[in-house]
C-alpha cells in the first residue's frame, strides 16, 4: 500500500531489555490523514508514539518525514508535536505561558506571541484563563491546554496519546469531534494512539491495530470493521462470538459441513482465502437474528443455526439473548425478547459471518 | 465513645496537661534562661533571677576586640561558600541520580554519608595534618571545603529527591515542543525543583552555622568561626557572651526551619534516600 508517504515507517522494531516490544511495523501515512494505533493496553502503541516523537530509539528499521531520515533526531529537532496522556502541563507557568513556550523557543516576538496566543486560547475556548496555573483548570480545560501548547509550533505532526482517556464520558464525545474538525481544518497530519473502538472509528481515516508489537490490519474503519484480516482483528472490533466449523473452499464458495447446530451449506468466498479443514466463525450479536421458527427464516445468504435461549437481558434499543448452539454459548440481539429455554433459529447473514482458518488446522 | 460518658473521662486533662506542661517546660525553659542571661548583669547563686539588667554584655560582644563581629563575618562567608560549592556539586549529581539509570546508585547514595559515619574527631584531625601541609590550614577555602564534605549529604540527597518528585514526562513536554536539553533544564526542571533546592541550601547553611569540631582543627586559630567564640566563652564561665553568640545561632536556625517548611513538600521529603 503505496501512498504518497509523507511520513514513513520501515521496519521498525523496538525492544525493551529483552522483551521485544515492537516488530516488522511498516506504515506509510499521507499528509493531513488522521491515523488511529488502535490496541489493547501492552500492545506497544504508545511505544510507537513515543517512538516517532523521537524519545525512543527504534533497534532497527527507520523513520522518515518527507524521504528525510529522522530515525536518530533528538526529540527537538522533530517538529512533531505531543500531546500527553497525563497533558504534562507545567504547573509553573500560566495558562498563556504553557501555549506560548514553543513559540518564545522559536524566538518570535513577545508582542506576536501574545496575539497567537490568544487567537488559540479564542479557537480552544480558553479565552479568559490565560493567567490561570493548570491546577486550577478543569480536566477539559487542561486537555485543551495541552492541544493548544502542541498546535501553537505549527507542527506538521500531531501525535496524541490517548488525550481523551481522562476526560468524563460524556465530554470525550464531543471532544472527539472537535478534535477531529479541528485536525480536518487545519490539514494537519495526526496519529492517535487510543485503545477505545469506537473513538477510534469516529475519528480516523485509517486504523492500524496492533497486536503484539506487530500490525494485525490496517485500512478504513469499515475495512477492518467490515472484512477484519484476523480472528485477533474480528474480536477486538467486536464478533466475540466464536462457533467451530468444519468446510472446504469450492472455487468461489466454501462448502461448510453440518454441524451439531447446523445444516450444510454454502458462503461465497468473496475474495477471501480459506483452506480445508477446521474454521473458526465469528460474528457479532448485532449481526445475528433470531426466529421463532425455522420457516420463518430469511431467504438470504447466511447460516442458520438451532439454538435454544438460555437468558435474556434489556441492554437498551434491542434484547440481548444468551443462546446455546451445539456445545458453545453465543450472544444475540432482536427487537423482542425469546423467553428462556425456547427453541430458536439464528441467522447469521454471509456478510458477518467472519470465517478463518483454525490456528489448529 | 465508653471513655466519654465516664465521669472520670473529665479529669483526663490532668496527665495531658502535666504532660504538656512538661514538654513546654524542657523546651522554653533553657531558652528562656539563655534570653536572661543575654541581658543579665548581675546573677550569682542562690538568685532564680537575675539581680540587674543591662546590655553592656552586647557591647562587648560587639566591640571591636569582641572578635563576635569577626566571627559573625567569618560563620556567615563560610556558610554561604559552602552552600554555593554544595549546590553546584548537589545540583548534576543529584540530577544524574534521579534521572539516570546508574548502576550502584543506593551505594552511590550512601557514600555521601562516609563523612558522617566515622567519629568526626578522627576524620577532622587527618584532615587538619594534611591541610597543614598543602597550606589549607587556617585558611576560609579549608573550612569550607571541610564543611561542604559535612553538608554534601544534606545537598545530595534532598536535590536527588527533589528532582526525582518531577515527573519526566514534563521535561519530556520541552523537548518535543523544541527546547535542546540545557534549555528545558532551566526553563522546566530548575524552577520546580527550586524549592525543594531552597531547602538543602538551608540544611546546608546551618549545617555550617553550628559545625565545631572541623571549624576548630581546620580554622582556629586564624579563621575564628561563631562556634569557637561560643564555646570559649562557656568554657571560662563568661555566660553573658555565651548566651548571645548561642543566640546569634539560633535566630537564622529558627527563621529558616520556618522557611524549610513551607518549601520542603511531602512529595519530596518522602524521596528523600530512595
Not at chain 1, 527537538?76 to 509553573?92: C, E, I, N, T
Not at chain 1, 479565552?127 to 480545560?141: D, M
Not at chain 1, 447469521?348 to 483454525?358: C, D, H, R, W
Request: with cysteine; charged share 15%; proline share 6%.
Amino acid at each position: 500500500m503505496e501512498r504518497d508517504g509523507f511520513l514513513e515507517l520501515r521496519g521498525v522494531a523496538s525492544r525493551y531489555g529483552s522483551t521485544q516490544v515492537l516488530s516488522d511495523i511498516d506504515l506509510s501515512i499521507a499528509k493531513g490523514e488522521f491515523i488511529a494505533l488502535l490496541g489493547s493496553s501492552g500492545c506497544g502503541k504508545t511505544t510507537l508514539l513515543r517512538l516517532l516523537a523521537g524519545f525512543i530509539s527504534p533497534s532497527s528499521g527507520e523513520v522518515k518525514v518527507r524521504h528525510r531520515d529522522v530515525t536518530h533526531l533528538p526529540p527537538d529537532k522533530r517538529g512533531m508535536a505531543l500531546v500527553f496522556q497525563s497533558y504534562a502541563l507545567w504547573p509553573h507557568m500560566t495558562v498563556a505561558q504553557n501555549i506560548g513556550y514553543g513559540l518564545k523557543l522559536k524566538g518570535v516576538a513577545r508582542a506576536e506571541i501574545a496575539s497567537r496566543v490568544s487567537a488559540m486560547q479564542a479557537m480552544l475556548g480558553l479565552e479568559g484563563l490565560e493567567a490561570r496555573k493548570p491546577q486550577a483548570l478543569s480536566g477539559g480545560q487542561r486537555q485543551r491546554v495541552a492541544l493548544g501548547r502542541a498546535l501553537a509550533i505549527d507542527p506538521e505532526i500531531l501525535l496524541l496519546d490517548e488525550p481523551l482517556s481522562n476526560l468524563d464520558a460524556r465530554i470525550r464525545l464531543s471532544v472527539r469531534h472537535e478534535l477531529r474538525a479541528l485536525q480536518k481544518r487545519l490539514g494537519i497530519t495526526a496519529i492517535h494512539v487510543t485503545h477505545d473502538r469506537e473513538e477510534a472509528m469516529v475519528m480516523a481515516d485509517r486504523i492500524v491495530i496492533l497486536n503484539a508489537g506487530r500490525i494485525a490490519q490496517h485500512g478504513s474503519p469499515e475495512e477492518v470493521y467490515n472484512r477484519p484480516a484476523s480472528a485477533f482483528v474480528a474480536a477486538f472490533m467486536g464478533a466475540e462470538n466464536v462457533l467451530s466449523l468444519n468446510g472446504h473452499p469450492d472455487r468461489h464458495a466454501f462448502m461448510l459441513q453440518a454441524g451439531p447446530a447446523n445444516e450444510a451449506t454454502t458462503v461465497q468466498l468473496a475474495g477471501r482465502h480459506l483452506l480445508p479443514g477446521a474454521v473458526e466463525a465469528r460474528f457479532r450479536p448485532e449481526a445475528a437474528h433470531l426466529f421463532a421458527k425455522e420457516e420463518f427464516l430469511p431467504r438470504r445468504p447466511g447460516v442458520a443455526f438451532r439454538g435454544e435461549v438460555l437468558a435474556v437481558a434489556y441492554p437498551g434499543g434491542h434484547w440481548r439473548h444468551v443462546v446455546r448452539l451445539g456445545d458453545r454459548e453465543i450472544m444475540a440481539d432482536a427487537p423482542q425478547a425469546f423467553s428462556p429455554g425456547m427453541q430458536v433459529a439464528v441467522h447469521v447473514p454471509a456478510e458477518s459471518l467472519f470465517l478463518f482458518n483454525s490456528p489448529a488446522s | 465513645m465508653k471513655a466519654s460518658r465516664n465521669p472520670l473521662a473529665a479529669l483526663w486533662w490532668v496527665p495531658r496537661g502535666l504532660v504538656f506542661g512538661l514538654m513546654a517546660f524542657f523546651i522554653f525553659g533553657p531558652l528562656f534562661n539563655l534570653l536572661l542571661w543575654t541581658v543579665a548583669e548581675k546573677w550569682y547563686f542562690p538568685h532564680s533571677l537575675p539581680l540587674e539588667y543591662g546590655f553592656s554584655s552586647w557591647a562587648k560582644v560587639f566591640a571591636p576586640r569582641g572578635g563576635a563581629v569577626e566571627s559573625l563575618t567569618n560563620s556567615i562567608v563560610v556558610a554561604l561558600l559552602t552552600v554555593v560549592v554544595s549546590l553546584l556539586l548537589a545540583i548534576p549529581a543529584g540530577y544524574a541520580l534521579a534521572r539516570l539509570k546508574l548502576p550502584l546508585r543506593g551505594l552511590i547514595l550512601l557514600a555521601f554519608l562516609i563523612p558522617q559515619a566515622f567519629p568526626n574527631l578522627t576524620v577532622y584531625v587527618n584532615v587538619a595534618r594534611i591541610f597543614y601541609e598543602i597550606g589549607l590550614n587556617g585558611t576560609i577555602p579549608g573550612v569550607v571545603m571541610v564543611h561542604v564534605s559535612h553538608g554534601l549529604v544534606y545537598a545530595v540527597w534532598i536535590a536527588t529527591a527533589a528532582f526525582s518528585a518531577i515527573d519526566a514526562e514534563l521535561e519530556q513536554a520541552a523537548r518535543n515542543i523544541g527546547a535542546g536539553a540545557m534549555r528545558t533544564f532551566l526553563d522546566v526542571t530548575l524552577p520546580l525543583a527550586a524549592p525543594g533546592l531552597m531547602a538543602s541550601a538551608i540544611f546546608v547553611f546551618l549545617e555550617s552555622l553550628d559545625e565545631f569540631t572541623g571549624s576548630y582543627f581546620v580554622g582556629a586559630p586564624d579563621v575564628n568561626m561563631l562556634p569557637l567564640l561560643l564555646y570559649t566563652a562557656g568554657a571560662g564561665g563568661n555566660y553573658q557572651i555565651a548566651s548571645i553568640t548561642a543566640l546569634l545561632l539560633l535566630v537564622p536556625s529558627l527563621v529558616f526551619m520556618l522557611i524549610v517548611e513551607r518549601f520542603l513538600k511531602a512529595d519530596v521529603l518522602s524521596r528523600v534516600g530512595h
